[in-house]
């Protein structure tokens, strides 16, 4: 089968080479792509929101499958675009991707549906705003842009001021353009995070191996919210009993939810949870694979990924195996100095060749760019470094071990990947 990934990041990249690893696939093509995706695959330049240019693009290459990675194409439709054209797509369509383009339909919705998650009230009106969170007046408290933001429209206030600056920032500021209009403020909740990917049809949900990202910028969950800098597999929060709970009271209620909704989701759907001291919440819902926890997820799959996500399109999930292996993954994000807020990229990377080829070691390409056989770096996280092993010790060894030997001007990595404090996150 010929099959195009959409998307350019480290988690596209992941999902590639696992689909390379699939007999099934014939030619593999990524668009927009990166410099390491370009290095495995065909890649053509056609921009991740360009609809029409990337049905035109499938339909000049005879694409046979389509699989939609990023939250921005999935919202806007691309995989409606791709069913609409007659090539299946993985993904959801932009009436269930809804569940994560706005905060306020899921939080109506895990209220309507009585799934657990922080309470919550949602406001369109700045004052009405400030006078709920004056009249709570509980800190922190957790305000959140309705829309899209780059993974950045969370504030978490710890007085009144910040409480107020934030709402005004996004209500009267436009901070976030748009996703700033409507707001969320919700309870503040305490305990450790854990993500749960999953496939689901609809019908079935497959949950994949559990596992946790480190949104801080520094060491010791210091500095300022990013896109994730590391991650590992499996969380070690998620017990079999956690598991189970989460089963019962989240992960098949939401697709019921969803289905009774009219907006059935098929696609990977991605809980973000919070393990409080009154069982797991919902912290966020997402449309799509994690990144970079598909950095780690994929790597200990051991079923076809394309027979599933063909199995997912066609309402087949439950006649398919999903099956991981028993081992651990850690990725260390290697990012751009002065990630996530402004940094200098076109600096070439060194070390790359012999690590990409370790025993158990694949370097996952963020923001790189290829130009006459060097790879250089084009973005703010920039290579995914993950390694697999028998036990999470093994996996962080091997990841830091080649992590050390990768340079480029300015580079920066969190050090304290998969060290779990005795406290909370
Ligand atoms: P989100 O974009 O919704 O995942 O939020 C980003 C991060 O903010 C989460 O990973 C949590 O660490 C934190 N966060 C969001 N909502 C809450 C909450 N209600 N209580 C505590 N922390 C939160
Ligand atoms: N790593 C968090 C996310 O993909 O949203």
């Given at each position: 089968?010929?099959?195009?990934?959409?998307?350019?990041?480290?988690?596209?990249?992941?999902?590639?080479?696992?689909?390379?690893?699939?007999?099934?696939?014939?030619?593999?093509?990524?668009?927009?792509?990166?410099?390491?995706?370009?290095?495995?695959?065909?890649?053509?330049?056609?921009?991740?929101?360009?609809?029409?240019?990337?049905?035109?693009?499938?339909k000049e290459k005879g694409i046979d499958f389509a699989v939609v990675a990023p939250d921005d194409p999935?919202?806007?439709?691309?995989?409606?675009?791709?069913?609409?054209?007659?090539?299946?797509?993985?993904?959801?369509?932009?009436?269930?991707?809804?569940?994560?383009?706005?905060?306020?339909?899921?939080?109506?919705?895990?209220?309507?549906?009585?799934?657990?998650?922080?309470?919550?009230?949602?406001?369109?009106?700045?004052?009405?705003?400030?006078?709920?969170?004056?009249?709570?007046?509980?800190?922190?408290?957790?305000?959140?842009?309705?829309?899209?933001?780059?993974?950045?429209?969370?504030?978490?206030?710890?007085?009144?001021?910040?409480?107020?600056?934030?709402?005004?920032?996004?209500?009267?500021?436009?901070?976030?353009?748009?996703?700033?209009?409507?707001?969320?403020?919700?309870?503040?909740?305490?305990?450790?995070?854990?993500?749960?990917?999953?496939?689901?049809?609809g019908k079935t949900v497959v949950p994949m191996v559990s596992s946790k990202d480190h949104k801080r910028?520094?060491?010791?969950?210091?500095g300022l919210n990013t896109g994730g800098m590391g991650t590992i597999a499996p969380n070690p929060y998620?017990?079999?009993?956690?598991?189970?709970?989460?089963?019962?009271?989240?992960?098949?209620?939401?697709?019921?939810?969803?289905?009774?909704?009219?907006?059935?989701?098929?696609?990977?759907?991605?809980?973000?949870?919070?393990?409080?001291?009154?069982?797991?919440?919902?912290?966020?819902?997402?449309?799509?694979?994690?990144?970079?926890?598909?950095?780690?997820?994929?790597?200990?799959?051991?079923?076809?990924?394309?027979?599933?996500?063909?199995?997912?399109?066609?309402?087949?999930?439950?006649?398919?195996?999903?099956?991981?292996?028993?081992?651990?993954?850690?990725?260390?994000?290697?990012?751009?100095?002065?990630?996530?807020?402004?940094?200098?990229?076109?600096?070439?990377?060194?070390?790359?060749?012999?690590?990409?080829?370790?025993?158990?070691?694949?370097?996952?390409?963020?923001?790189?760019?290829?130009?006459?056989?060097?790879?250089?770096?084009?973005?703010?996280?920039?290579?995914?470094?993950?390694?697999?092993?028998?036990?999470?010790?093994?996996?962080?060894?091997?990841?830091?071990?080649?992590?050390?030997?990768?340079?480029?001007?300015?580079?920066?990595?969190?050090?304290?990947?998969?060290?779990?404090?005795?406290?909370?996150?």
């Amino acid at each position: 089968m010929k099959v195009l990934v959409i998307g350019s990041g480290g988690r596209e990249h992941a999902i590639v080479l696992k689909l390379l690893e699939s007999p099934r696939v014939e030619e593999l093509w990524c668009a927009p792509g990166n410099g390491g995706i370009s290095a495995v695959a065909h890649t053509a330049p056609v921009n991740v929101m360009d609809k029409e240019g990337m049905v035109a693009l499938a339909k000049e290459k005879g694409i046979d499958f389509a699989v939609v990675a990023p939250d921005d194409p999935l919202a806007a439709g691309m995989a409606d675009a791709f069913e609409e054209a007659g090539i299946p797509a993985f993904g959801p369509s932009a009436k269930a991707a809804v569940i994560e383009a706005s905060k306020v339909f899921s939080k109506n919705l895990m209220k309507k549906y009585g799934i657990p998650t922080a309470r919550y009230e949602t406001f369109t009106d700045e004052q009405a705003a400030e006078d709920y969170v004056r009249a709570q007046n509980q800190y922190p408290t957790v305000i959140k842009a309705d829309g899209l933001a780059l993974g950045k429209g969370v504030i978490i206030a710890q007085n009144e001021e910040e409480a107020v600056e934030a709402i005004h920032s996004m209500m009267a500021e436009g901070k976030f353009g748009d996703s700033g209009k409507r707001i969320v403020v919700e309870e503040y909740l305490t305990g450790p995070e854990v993500s749960v990917l999953s496939f689901t049809d609809g019908k079935t949900v497959v949950p994949m191996v559990s596992s946790k990202d480190h949104k801080r910028a520094l060491d010791g969950d210091e500095g300022l919210n990013t896109g994730g800098m590391g991650t590992i597999a499996p969380n070690p929060y998620y017990t079999p009993e956690v598991a189970k709970e989460c089963m019962e009271k989240i992960f098949l209620p939401t697709i019921d939810a969803m289905n009774k909704e009219g907006r059935t989701f098929k696609g990977c759907l991605y809980f973000g949870l919070m393990i409080t001291k009154d069982g797991p919440k919902v912290i966020e819902y997402n449309c799509r694979f994690g990144d970079p926890e598909t950095q780690v997820v994929l790597p200990l799959l051991k079923s076809d990924l394309l027979t599933i996500m063909e199995a997912v399109h066609d309402g087949r999930l439950s006649e398919v195996p999903v099956e991981f292996s028993d081992g651990a993954a850690a990725c260390v994000v290697i990012a751009s100095g002065g990630y996530p807020v402004k940094y200098q990229s076109g600096y070439p990377i060194s070390g790359l060749d012999e690590k990409g080829q370790a025993e158990g070691v694949t370097v996952y390409h963020a923001g790189t760019e290829l130009k006459d056989g060097t790879f250089y770096t084009h973005g703010g996280r920039v290579l995914g470094v993950t390694a697999t092993g028998a036990t999470l010790d093994e996996a962080l060894r091997k990841s830091y071990a080649a992590v050390e030997t990768i340079t480029f001007k300015d580079a920066h990595y969190r050090h304290d990947i998969g060290k779990i404090p005795a406290g909370n996150r």
